[in-house]
């Protein structure tokens, strides 16, 4: 980019919001991604409004300058890894929530609102986005731009399911707003969706409406230890079949939780025969409004879990299951702090983690890598922290992974995308022709190719 | 279409089941929109599988042959409706549900299976498909093409919250599959969603994978009269964020109730001074698993129904409560029978539903025409018939109206679709920029135009 285009992106948003050189910070170079190198922008732009983002695109198509947005940076697939010749667009200026609409029980904010933000500002009204990644730093675009699911996606979906609306700058410069305050729509193709979980790579959001649910009073924690994992994948679906709708329904191998008690110095009350017998934990997580219905599905919940093969049930304490939740979440971090060199997220229909995770630790033994994890047991959402140092044997133990898991009718990724960590995989491996759709689908929005080039395609 | 092109379709699905001429019936010329005028095919092919809708597709796009899809026809917005010189496909002899799968609670169904065959194949397996509009007639296929909704939406959401996978044929001839039996997966643009809804223009489904819920037990209906409109839909946000989950919640207006109370000659227990006094009924459906925790509900309903304003709460016994419903699900041919022009379905944000409706009245007064009717409170989704012999007067009438909707922040339809019916409103109401977009989208997905020209665009 030479400096009189920068000078122009300048213009837009103003000298004090416009990056170039060494005012860039090492940050932007990179999302979390453990395998995408950091690649440091021409220019980082921090646009305030949704005219000034228009005008930055407009500007960016003239020029053939690549851009790539930014929320927090949280991401796990290189999707906000900019191009060392482009624009880094960043959201940290917009970043309000508009409103909270206690009537519709929406929330309309802007991208770079972060979860945590979201939470404590839908807190006041009684009110939740059921939305929660393991990351509460992510912004809400960011989510929108990967479809971000999380532990409670099982009760409540994923971004998509609760994303109502945006309002979105094309890269041909307009500004259009899609869905709305309202759950249903049938007037034309759905944007909301199409743009949902493209990776900033059609358009780039300014405005979310998001669903709220009423937040419920009362929650409670159960861990159930079991002896054989293929016991807790079985256990799965009969507490969904059970109407008990827990929002978490997690299962912990035990060298993961080994590992998370170790470093969070978690105390879960577990003997230590029955952990030394346990090859995996199921987490059941329940709400209700009412503290009795809850007492009620808790001990429901206990008797069904005991049917099944756990070898016993701890209801925790307040204090226990909200470290156990959250060292959960930080699963990636822990997984990043035992050395792993990549972490996946293959999605497989919830009846087939039996066989795709035996699949697996076939595939890691043969590499002689280790596959431990993690996972959302009831979205079939499986976590892997992979250890194996050398790329071409990982890339071809992920090969064969991310195969084993489409075989068995799953994806690639159930929520932390393609970007450009996975895309090799998703080019090699996907129906050619469906990847001949998305492109002409990419080149309906972007004919330029400006954004995001190198993310989900070549 | 010359006899030649008929001849190479009749190759591809047989004889019997390619029909031309005076062998087409007439019912295939229409759906149940009542402004669209019939327009017979040049030939109707009845295909079984997915290769021959892949071959017939294939053949159009060389001969340039106009193609609609047809599931039951009892779609209401004319977007099954063949061209002249057309080729209508009809999905009756897809018909077949494929599997029920009760670990993943999902079922894989042929895109022919109506509605009421599913929930009867579901209710064996104590599960239910609860997307249920008015017509279980309808097809899954139908209700993929316009992303029906129905009354149990305000629980359960509309079509696209409901569909996981497809097998779509496209109509350069591939044959795709989009998503599967998971609820999540982020590996590139999400092709289920837009096939939803975009009735039968960038392509055909031919095998539907929907998400299964546990039928529960008990249910419970109660019907609570109002003197006052307003007062109705001011209740909706209380009764949706008391956290009561109802799986119906329906406004009928005085009118419309008069109208389904004689033509069903049912008996609701409404002494005659308050029925009387009342402008507008609220009708809260309830489900639970446990029969006390429903008695629970009903009784909290009730006090909070007071509170709001009814006059009266009346919980229905099982045979009226099921008449009832039947009744507002038929509410459409309620209308028809009483003489209505047509019947729309405006959605808005559900807050702005007293003024959209004080709106209403006042456009409708000021024309001299009616509008009356019924909806989704829980949605926004307002059903109306409208009452205007005129079509030029009732062409800007429904001008009014549809803008007036869409400048409360909804959209021109809920759930019926906008097909050749309300075409002419989308593309003069529509942001040109988006209508833009989505004409590039199709061109995308249908470089040849072979897919139900006329519908949504010109």
Redesign the interface.
């Known amino acids: 980019m030479d400096d009189a285009v920068a000078a122009r992106f300048a213009e837009i948003v103003g000298e004090h919001d416009l990056l170039t050189g060494d005012r860039i910070p090492e940050d932007y170079a990179r999302d979390e991604s453990l395998t995408c190198e950091p690649s440091k922008p021409a220019a980082v732009a921090k646009p305030a409004t949704a005219e000034e983002v228009a005008a930055l695109l407009r500007m960016a198509a003239e020029h053939g300058v690549p851009v790539t947005a930014r929320g927090t940076g949280s991401g796990l697939s290189g999707a906000a890894r900019p191009r060392p010749d482009g624009l880094l667009i960043s959201f940290e200026r917009m970043n309000s929530v508009l409103e909270i609409?206690?009537?519709?029980?929406?929330a309309v904010v802007q991208p770079g609102v972060t979860l945590a933000e979201l939470d404590r500002s839908t807190a006041a009204a009684?009110l939740a986005y059921t939305v929660y990644p393991g990351e509460l730093s992510a912004s809400v675009g960011g989510t929108v731009g990967?479809?971000?699911?999380g532990m409670r996606?099982v009760k409540y979906?994923?971004t998509?399911?609760n994303v109502l609306g945006l309002q979105a700058v094309?890269p041909t410069g307009?500004i259009?707003?899609?869905g709305?305050?309202?759950?249903?729509?049938?007037?034309?193709?759905?944007?909301t969706?199409?743009i949902?979980?493209?990776e900033g790579t059609?358009a780039l959001a300014t405005e979310v409406i998001v669903k709220l649910y009423?937040r419920?009073a009362h929650t409670s924690t159960l861990l159930a230890p079991f002896g054989d994992l293929d016991k807790v994948m079985k256990a799965v679906?009969k507490i969904?079949?059970?109407?008990l709708t827990p929002d978490i329904l997690e299962y912990i191998d035990n060298l993961t939780m080994a590992a998370i008690v170790y470093t969070e110095q978690l105390s879960l009350g577990v003997p230590d025969e029955i952990r030394d017998a346990t090859q995996a934990y199921l987490v059941v997580g329940l709400q209700n409004?009412d503290s009795d219905?809850l007492d009620g599905d808790v001990e429901r919940a206990g008797e069904l879990l005991a049917d099944l093969g756990a070898a016993d049930v701890y209801v925790l304490d307040g204090g226990s299951a909200r470290k156990l939740i959250e060292a959960r979440e930080r699963a990636f971090w822990t997984a990043k702090a035992a050395g792993a060199d990549d972490v996946i997220d293959v999605?497989?229909?919830?009846?087939e983690m039996p066989g795709f995770l035996a699949t697996v630790r076939e595939i890691a033994t043969a590499a002689e890598a280790g596959a431990i994890g993690c996972g959302?047991a009831g979205?079939?959402?499986v976590h892997l922290g992979i250890f194996c140092k050398d790329p071409q044997r990982r890339h071809e133990l992920l090969h064969d992974i991310f195969a084993a898991g489409m075989a068995a009718?799953?994806?690639?990724?159930?929520?932390?995308?393609?970007g450009e960590a996975k895309k090799d995989h998703?080019l090699a491996l996907?129906?050619p022709?469906?990847?001949a759709?998305?492109r002409?689908?990419k080149?309906?929005?972007d004919p330029r190719n400006i954004l995001n080039p190198g993310t989900?395609f070549d």
């Open positions: 609409d206690v009537d519709n029980q929406v009684g990967t479809n971000a699911g996606a979906g994923v998509r399911n094309l307009e259009i707003r899609t709305g305050k309202t759950s249903k729509i049938s007037s034309g193709y759905d944007l969706q199409l949902i979980g493209s059609l009423p419920l679906p969904l079949a059970s109407g409004r219905r999605v497989v229909p919830r009846s959302h979205d079939g959402n009718g799953g994806a690639i990724s159930g929520e932390h995308g393609i998703f996907e129906d022709a469906k990847i759709l998305l002409r689908i080149q309906a929005f989900l």
